[in-house]
């Protein structure tokens, strides 16, 4: 997760550091994120022992989410230094990364047994959150543009879809940045209370999974969520999440080729390339490293072993999230943007939910 401002800046890029000093001024961002993964780690190790030594009743509170305060605390007290800002960025490079390798963990039979009513309702929260945010944007009298980059955010992969967006519908930097500043917030949101919701509605692993793949947009936050709730979760979220970037190049072809047809963005040349340049390329890898272990082309050790890189990978987004939200930072852009998302989130969170829980319990997810 990163703050709005810093996310804002890197839209626009600056002339290339060479190779080997950019690499040099990761290492200090990569050590600090390591350090707050491990941190969050040895928590949940310690608790875990303490608890089971003198038979303290405890819930068990996962890495993740120990990671993630370790790394607001930072961020939100003494602050995260330059020195350390590059290596920290890393933090999406390593949830693509973790992402990929989790392939190993699902045959393509578990990936087509996600079902076609989960396939429907993805497309469903889609189409509901595109719709139902130009409504509310259209209300609360918000900038056209700055209304379609909430929409796309909320309907596909939070600030990576805002980003591809922005160039593509010719936006402003400030509309960006408005827009990015209300998807962090709610999604930092979201890791406390969809965990304590589906615990409260005693939602099964998959029918948790599967809402939080739809509700949450950053893909970081809907893996944290979903890992936060059990693992099996966390691989539905994961699974479902990846369905929705998946369809980020055709949404974004959308709205280049409306703001084109108004005379206020280029004209979209050759579609199939806009869509190339779009699509997540780390969901090819996903797919490739799964349809590798459908053929059986990796040895159990093997597979155990990129289980536990995909972990370590989470480890360090885990950290970054924490370590990228300033909510200083997020209280500066103003309350209309946020007030439009944030009913919009609470309104597709409420349906899909509705959703995703009579489909489990009278479809049998």
């Not at 979760?233 to 999440?241: D, E, I, R, S, T």
């Not at 093997?302 to 989470?314: C, E, G, I, V, Y």
């Not at 852009?333 to 597709?348: K, L, N, S, T, Y």
Request: proline share 3%; net charge positive; charged share 15%.
């Amino acid at each position: 997760m990163a703050t709005a401002a810093n996310t804002a800046r890197t839209i626009g890029l600056d002339e290339p550091a060479p190779l080997g000093r950019r690499i040099l001024a990761l290492i200090p961002g990569l050590l600090l994120l390591t350090a707050v993964g491990y941190a969050g780690k040895f928590i949940e190790q310690s608790i875990a022992t303490y608890t089971k030594s003198h038979h303290v009743t405890f819930p068990n509170i996962e890495y993740v989410l120990w990671a993630i305060v370790i790394g607001l605390i930072i961020a939100n007290t003494t602050g995260v230094p330059r020195i350390f800002q590059a290596g920290v960025a890393t933090y999406e490079f390593w949830l693509k990364a973790g992402i990929v390798l989790l392939g190993s963990r699902f045959l393509l039979g578990d990936i087509l047994h996600l079902g076609g009513i989960s396939l429907l309702l993805v497309a469903f929260a889609l189409t509901l959150s595109l719709t139902f945010m130009h409504l509310l944007g259209h209300t609360f009298k918000l900038k056209p543009k700055l209304t379609s980059l909430l929409a796309v955010g909320s309907s596909i992969c939070g600030v990576s879809a805002i980003i591809a967006a922005k160039p593509a519908i010719e936006a402003d930097d400030e509309d960006a940045s408005y827009a990015i500043a209300a998807i962090l917030a709610l999604g930092a949101i979201s890791l406390f209370t969809f965990p304590l919701i589906g615990h409260s509605l005693h939602l099964s692993d998959k029918a948790y999974g599967l809402w939080t793949g739809l509700a949450v947009d950053n893909t970081a936050e809907a893996t944290a969520a979903g890992a936060l709730y059990s693992d099996a979760a966390g691989k539905v979220a994961v699974l479902a999440k990846t369905t929705r970037n998946a369809l980020i190049g055709f949404v974004v072809l959308a709205y280049a080729l409306y703001w084109a047809s108004r005379g206020e963005a280029q004209a979209v040349g050759n579609k199939a390339s806009f869509l190339w340049r779009k699509f997540p390329k780390f969901v090819l890898g996903f797919l490739l490293i799964s349809l590798l272990a459908t053929l059986g082309t990796f040895t159990k050790v093997q597979l155990t072993s990129l289980a536990n890189l995909s972990r370590w990978a989470f480890l360090l987004t885990f950290a970054g999230v924490g370590l990228r939200t300033s909510f200083r930072e997020l209280g500066k852009q103003g309350w209309r943007p946020f007030a439009v998302g944030a009913i919009g989130e609470i309104f597709i969170a409420v349906i899909t939910l509705g959703l995703v829980y009579g489909a489990d319990r009278f479809l049998h997810l």
